[in-house]
């Protein structure tokens, strides 16, 4: 089997063809003469599980466009975000490094010297444009793009309560609002999230999209909506869509999770009383769904104006969330575990002489977006990004870059996954989960106490130890392994 670093020059001379160079900085970049570089369209959602769309398996939900987009691409069923909350997942896109280098682990932010993403992609050449929600330290302008449309950021907590769809007070997106380029509040838009805001982030898009119709250079758009996140309220044209009493409570639902995982009295799991119910999971679901469905729509609307533009034929897109969520999955409601359907994220990408209706079960991480962008851009990634190019399986070489992936939440939760075997570990409370998951893919049955898998358990840990030892874990857990992949 060939190595990443050899697969991916060879990737980038097949995209080159006879190629050229040109010198950006101290980088040299790759020009495709007889490949125009793509055009690419990252669309970000918030909160979205892995498993909610129909295309992939769904059989309750409506996803016609991303179900488009499955049958015209690459779908990755196995990808993960690495850390499940907004920001630090963001922050990993962006960097192509894990919070144990950026900055976030240890500063609560993205280190300000990290070359960024658009800020590589603006120097080759690209249009790069943000549109949507900004949970980044400094400003767009700061991080890369050229451009920002319908930004919509943190702002003053307002005095007045807001109601979910249920009349529960919101705690979500408290006093955010649209701003303009220059970071202006724009409150006449609405404080906190409002039931159209994802439409009105589609508008932003296709705005940028037929202004750049007539543009001579490959842009890279950059959508970060903030679907299907709480407080989850009734899209327009939506209400009732789903009817709650029809929603089957997932397979793994628990009125209670067995231990205190490290986040029990976190904001998310607060939304919900003790002990959950089966009702105010079918309740959520349903909403949750209809959110889904109208961002979908939304998101139909923005490949319709590519289309429209005359410009799909030559951009890749990206469809993806920051991470999953829980919604009574093992007695939780958030997305701060290491389980399936929180770590877990859909992953799809479609583009120009990519495979179509592929789906790979390549163990990845949402930061592997960084090189696999800049290989389809023919743009060098920077030495020192800790990810690799999802490209050779985009090509239809359905090939894992590395044997396992690795977890991590606070000083909560660290997590090690193969093909078959996903040991959790909770430093805090020394104790340790165990499932196979192929056997059990809900993870609902826990083997650590079972003395036929010690050895395993012993590998585990020590796989799972040396790699956070190896790139910075402040926590430095006791571990060796021979496997210490990427």
Request: with cysteine.
């Given at each position: 089997?060939?190595?990443?670093?050899?697969r991916?020059?060879?990737?980038?001379a097949?995209f080159?063809?006879?190629?050229?160079?040109?010198?950006?900085?101290?980088?040299?970049?790759v020009?495709?003469?007889?490949?125009?570089?793509p055009?690419?369209?990252?669309?970000?959602?918030?909160d979205q599980?892995?498993?909610?769309i129909?295309?992939?398996?769904?059989?309750?939900i409506?996803?016609?466009?991303?179900?488009?987009?499955?049958?015209?691409?690459?779908?990755?069923t196995?990808?993960?975000?690495?850390?499940?909350?907004?920001?630090?997942?963001?922050?990993?896109?962006?960097?192509?490094?894990?919070?144990f280098?950026?900055?976030?682990q240890?500063r609560?932010?993205?280190?300000?010297?990290?070359?960024?993403?658009?800020?590589?992609?603006?120097?080759?050449?690209?249009?790069?444009?943000?549109?949507?929600?900004?949970?980044?330290?400094?400003?767009?302008?700061e991080?890369?793009?050229?451009t920002?449309?319908?930004?919509?950021?943190?702002g003053?907590?307002?005095?007045?309560?807001?109601?979910?769809?249920?009349?529960?007070?919101?705690?979500?997106?408290?006093?955010?609002m649209?701003?303009?380029?220059?970071?202006?509040?724009?409150?006449e838009?609405?404080?906190?999230?409002?039931?159209?805001?994802?439409?009105?982030?589609?508008?932003?898009?296709?705005?940028?999209?037929?202004?750049?119709?007539?543009?001579?250079?490959?842009?890279?758009?950059?959508?970060?909506?903030?679907?299907?996140?709480?407080?989850?309220?009734?899209?327009p044209?939506?209400?009732?869509?789903?009817?709650?009493?029809r929603?089957?409570?997932?397979?793994?639902?628990?009125?209670?999770h067995p231990f205190?995982?490290?986040?029990?009295?976190?904001?998310?799991?607060?939304?919900?009383?003790?002990?959950?119910?089966?009702?105010?999971?079918?309740?959520?679901?349903?909403?949750?769904?209809?959110?889904?469905?109208?961002?979908?729509?939304?998101?139909?609307?923005?490949?319709d104006?590519l289309?429209?533009?005359?410009?799909?034929?030559r951009?890749v897109?990206?469809?993806?969330?920051?991470?999953?969520?829980?919604?009574?999955?093992?007695?939780?409601?958030?997305?701060?575990?290491?389980?399936?359907?929180?770590?877990?994220?859909?992953?799809?990408?479609?583009?120009p002489?990519?495979?179509?209706?592929?789906?790979?079960?390549a163990?990845?991480?949402?930061?592997d977006?960084?090189p696999?962008?800049?290989?389809?851009?023919?743009?060098?990634?920077?030495?020192?990004?800790?990810s690799d190019?999802?490209?050779?399986?985009?090509?239809?070489?359905?090939?894992s870059?590395?044997?396992?992936?690795?977890?991590y939440?606070?000083?909560?939760?660290?997590?090690?996954?193969?093909?078959?075997?996903?040991l959790?570990?909770?430093?805090?409370?020394?104790?340790?989960?165990?499932?196979?998951?192929?056997?059990?893919?809900?993870?609902?049955?826990?083997?650590?106490?079972d003395p036929?898998?010690?050895?395993?358990?012993?590998?585990?840990?020590g796989?799972?130890?040396a790699?956070?030892?190896?790139?910075?874990d402040p926590?430095?857990?006791?571990?060796?392994?021979?496997n210490?992949?990427?």
């Open positions: 089997m060939q190595s990443i670093s050899v991916r020059r060879l990737t980038i097949v080159a063809g006879i190629a050229v160079s040109m010198v950006i900085g101290d980088q040299r970049c020009a495709l003469p007889c490949q125009p570089r055009n690419v369209l990252l669309l970000l959602a918030d599980r892995p498993d909610t129909a295309a992939l398996g769904n059989p309750i409506g996803t016609p466009t991303l179900d488009r987009l499955v049958a015209g691409g690459v779908a990755f196995r990808a993960i975000c690495a850390y499940p909350l907004c920001h630090p997942s963001r922050a990993e896109i962006l960097s192509g490094m894990t919070v280098r950026n900055g976030v240890a609560g932010r993205l280190d300000g010297g990290v070359v960024v993403l658009p800020e590589l992609l603006r120097r080759a050449g690209y249009r790069t444009c943000h549109v949507g929600k900004w949970h980044t330290a400094g400003t767009p302008a991080r890369g793009y050229d920002v449309e319908g930004m919509f950021a943190p003053k907590i307002p005095a007045e309560k807001q109601l979910d769809a249920m009349g529960r007070e919101a705690t979500g997106y408290r006093g955010w649209f701003r303009d380029a220059a970071g202006k509040p724009m409150p838009k609405g404080v906190g999230l409002t039931p159209g805001i994802s439409a009105e982030l589609a508008d932003a898009a296709i705005r940028f999209l037929n202004h750049e119709k007539e543009g001579n250079r490959p842009f890279f758009l950059h959508v970060n909506f903030t679907a299907p996140h709480d407080p989850l309220l009734s899209p044209g939506f209400k009732g869509r789903y009817d709650p009493a929603m089957p409570a997932p397979k793994n639902f628990l009125p209670e205190d995982h490290g986040n029990l009295r976190g904001r998310d799991e607060l939304l919900w009383p003790w002990p959950r119910t089966e009702q105010d999971v079918r309740e959520e679901l349903a909403l949750y769904y209809a959110e889904i469905s109208y961002l979908d729509e939304q998101i139909g609307r923005i490949l104006a289309d429209a533009t005359g410009q799909a034929d951009t897109v990206i469809f993806t969330s920051d991470n999953g969520l829980a919604i009574g999955s093992h007695g939780l409601r958030g997305k701060q575990n290491m389980y399936e359907h929180s770590i877990g994220v859909p992953l799809v990408i479609r583009g002489r990519m495979a179509r209706g592929f789906r790979s079960s163990q990845c991480y949402l930061r977006l960084f696999t962008i800049c290989d389809l851009a023919g743009v060098p990634a920077p030495a020192g990004i800790q190019s999802l490209v050779p399986i985009l090509r239809g070489e359905n090939q870059p590395r044997q396992f992936v690795v977890g939440f606070g000083d909560a939760q660290r997590m090690i996954r193969t093909d078959q075997w996903k959790i570990r909770y430093p805090k409370i020394r104790r340790e989960q165990l499932f196979d998951i192929l056997a059990d893919p809900s993870e609902m049955h826990d083997l650590s106490a036929a898998q010690a050895a395993l358990i012993s590998r585990l840990r796989d799972l130890g790699w956070l030892a190896r790139h910075g926590l430095n857990p006791e571990g060796r392994g021979d210490v992949g990427r």
